[in-house]
């Protein structure tokens, strides 16, 4: 669980990162439209390079740890986001809730999918090792 908790640590300063890079620098470059794109693309592709690493690392127990990778990374995302959302960046529950209507266009909900699901794919792939 700690690795799970580190590498999530990991994953909140690119995401932090991500998030000041799109809102400035590929807005100013790019417009509105591409930034959320942007930022997903780049925040899952840290996502499944973590679950890589993570599970590479647990081989011998691959289900347990995706479980404990998917429920840690999307817990306290979730928590993450509302509490620093909020507290810390000022957004409105309302704000922060817009983000998962997917229905209109928004992509957020791709984020935390790619945190519940890389590492059971990356469990799959990865082979065990087998005792000696």
Known sequence: ??????????????AVTNGYI?????????????VEPY???????GIFAMAWIYMRQNRDRPRKAAVIAATT???LTILFEFVFGHYVAGDSWA?????YRFW???LWIL??????????????????????
């Open 95 to 99: 704000t922060l809730l817009e983000n």
């Open 39 to 45: 930022k997903v693309v780049v925040i899952v592709t």
């Open 22 to 34: 799109g809102s400035t620098w590929v807005f100013a470059q790019f417009g509105e439209a591409w």
């Open 111 to 132: 984020v935390l999918l790619s945190e519940a699901m890389s590492p059971f794919i990356f469990a799959l792939l990865t082979p065990s090792e087998s005792p000696t």
């Open 104 to 106: 209109e266009g928004h």
């Open 1 to 14: 669980m700690r690795l799970a908790f580190l590498l999530w640590c990991a994953l909140a300063v690119l």
């Open 73 to 75: 990374w999307v817990g």
